[in-house]
């Protein structure tokens, strides 16, 4: 039980050093496709949709990590991002520094 939860810390901390979230993910795309997708603007070093492992579906949603700022800044500029028909949700990640973080016994 212990192993689970430290595994889901692991992950929530991970998905901190992706740039991008994205969200309305079609099903029909994979994180190869979307990889592919979102390298036109620039180089991407990193793709991750979660899967569901009921139904073996990605949950439609997912992060992307870009090599440089500039790149995450040529994809917030584009109006939409359309996928097999379906307008994509794109939200920046904010990272903060340890110094900004708020303090939990707070």
Known sequence: M????????????????FDIFV?????????????EYFSQFG???RCQ??????????????WIKFSTPEVVQNVL??????LEGSKLTLRQ???RRR????NPSE
């Open 23 to 35: 969200a309305e993910v079609p099903w029909t795309v994979s994180s190869k496709e979307l990889k």
């Open 93 to 95: 990640q904010i990272r």
């Open 43 to 45: 180089s991407v070093q």
């Open 49 to 62: 949709l979660p899967f569901d492992r009921d139904t073996g579906f990605h949950r439609r949603y997912g």
């Open 2 to 17: 212990a192993a689970a939860s430290a595994v889901r810390v692991a992950g929530r901390r991970s998905r901190r050093l």
């Open 99 to 102: 110094s900004q973080r708020k």
């Open 77 to 82: 500029q584009k109006d939409s991002h359309i």
